[in-house]
């Protein structure tokens, strides 16, 4: 178990080539995957984890396992992603949690450790979230950690809102 970082209640841990099934519970289901294109298969969410992986190597980051610090239960994936908007790269806080652990401050916990860590470690000067306009929770995440929404942009077919964290 690679541990990433971690928060009062999560463990952020890299993901593997067997985490597979973990990652499918995520891209499988059809209430997680609202505001994406489309539900995944279980070949597209092992395609989705190889580039993960890949990730790692270029990169140094992507998404990471989120874990109960209590049992170690797996509770979704939070990370840094490497986006090209507009022909500009950027870094993406993003984040999907299983719907039994929704309301429960999770996700802005794992998105705060995934602020803190592209600022401190990776030295990031600008941090951003790509958010559908419908998605209300994850607009209240981003805003719960000071992020505001400068512009909006064409982004997986939709429209989204480009929402920038202060960095500290």
């Not at 600022?119 to 209300?136: D, F, M, Q, V, Y």
């Not at 982004?155 to 480009?162: N, W, Y």
């Amino acid at each position: 178990m690679r541990l990433v970082t971690e928060t009062k209640r999560l463990k952020l841990i890299k993901v593997t080539a067997a985490d597979v099934d973990l990652v499918y519970l995520l891209t499988g289901n059809k209430n997680v995957m609202e505001f994406f294109p489309k539900v995944l298969s279980y070949d597209e969410t092992q395609q989705m984890v190889e580039k993960i992986l890949h990730q790692y190597t270029e990169y140094g980051y992507c998404f990471w396992k989120v874990l109960l610090k209590a049992g170690e239960q797996f509770i979704g994936i939070a990370g840094l992603l490497h986006q090209e908007i507009n022909g500009e790269v950027e870094t993406e806080i993003s984040y999907r949690m299983l719907p039994v652990y929704w309301n429960n401050g999770y996700a802005t916990e794992a998105a705060k450790a995934c602020k803190e860590y592209g600022e401190n470690t990776l030295g990031k000067r600008r941090l951003i979230s790509l958010i559908h306009p419908r998605n209300h929770a994850s607009i209240r995440v981003a805003q719960k950690l000071g992020a505001k929404k400068t512009k909006s942009v064409f982004f997986i077919g939709e429209e989204h809102g480009v929402y920038v964290y202060p960095i500290e």
